[in-house]
């Protein structure tokens, strides 16, 4: 392993030439993101990142205000992976994610998700720096299966797991390129196995998060889809953006739950539709009315659909 360093103290060019390059660089490097530098104060950033397999451990200290991960940010890096940062700095950090915010002091930890936007910012002009493990998604999940309740979730730097992850990235950082490449062929997977105990929840946090709390999240998105399935535009990103959660958590817990997404829309629409046909006061309304009312934007699959569930057809229901 290889490690990339890249300091605009050492590049040509004024301060705002090198700003630029330097920024461009984090971006396509690092994670693709947009960087918004402390505006008065001269520029200072300093990128080091060792690749490891599917994933990265970066190091990034710079005079930066704001940090903002866009859909289109998220579209063009099409990497599926999570990032555990460390505070490495002496200042506050604040991140935001899925309609959420948390301060970050410094020595703390968060887990969040690069498949999701984000925003995170500091109060300039103060020098940030933070220390990063990025990781396939498939690979915390398999030591972890709920990582999701974990992620924009402070881990206090008094963690005994936090502190070996960091060394362990600070180790790689300093040592990469050294003759003993055998030894980092299995940096992936500690690093895994040390994010995933250092975000694993304390036996205060599995009282409220297992299974009280999955089963409070769970009657939270059926309310959800209840209430607004008869929208035809209606999916699991609606769902996923009211209750603060990504789409592949709210596919999880239904998935626990025995019924999929679609397959309960699917149920509800049907029965809506029923009912409608059933009511004599809906007699002057056409089916394919009553079928739009119901959610359902396709009328032959509408049909299809009330003569599988209910062994009729909607006319002859009505």
């Not at 925003?119 to 990063?132: D, E, G, K």
């Not at 994010?195 to 299974?211: E, G, N, R, T, W």
Request: glycine share 6%.
């Amino acid at each position: 392993m290889q490690k990339i360093v890249f300091d605009s103290a050492q590049m040509p060019g004024d301060d705002r030439l090198r700003k630029e390059v330097w920024i461009d660089t984090l971006a396509s490097a690092v994670a693709r993101l947009n960087i918004d530098p402390s505006p008065g104060i001269h520029f200072q950033g300093r990128l080091e990142i060792v690749p490891v397999q599917d994933g990265s451990v970066s190091s990034v200290a710079a005079t930066f205000r704001n940090a903002t991960r866009s859909t289109r940010d998220i579209g063009i890096d099409g990497r599926d992976t999570v990032l555990f940062m460390f505070n490495a700095g002496d200042e506050m950090c604040r991140l935001s994610q899925r309609g959420r915010e948390i301060d970050c002091a410094p020595g703390e930890a968060v887990l969040y998700d690069l498949a999701e936007p984000s925003n995170a910012s500091t109060a300039p002009p103060a020098m940030s720096r933070v220390i990063s493990i990025q990781l396939p998604r498939s690979l915390l999940q398999s030591r972890l299966a709920h990582y999701e309740d974990r992620l924009l979730v402070r881990v206090p730097a008094q963690n005994a797991a936090l502190a070996l992850a960091r060394s362990y990235a600070e180790a790689i950082l300093a040592y990469a390129g050294a003759d003993h490449p055998h030894l980092f062929q299995l940096a992936t997977t500690h690093l895994a196995d040390l994010v995933a105990a250092a975000i694993k929840p304390s036996s205060q946090d599995l009282a409220a998060l297992a299974p009280g709390f999955r089963g409070a999240r769970l009657q939270a998105v059926l309310s959800q889809i209840a209430r607004l399935f008869t929208d035809v535009t209606f999916s699991t990103r609606d769902v996923a953006a009211i209750q603060g959660i990504s789409v592949r958590y709210v596919n999880d817990i239904l998935q626990e739950s025995g019924t999929s997404f679609s397959d309960r829309v699917l149920e509800l629409r049907l029965q809506h539709a029923h009912a409608m046909l059933s009511d004599r006061r809906n007699d002057g309304m056409r089916i394919g009315d009553i079928a739009y009312a119901s959610g359902f934007s396709d009328i032959s699959h509408f049909n299809r659909s009330f003569r599988r569930r209910f062994g009729l057809t909607p006319t002859a229901a009505r």
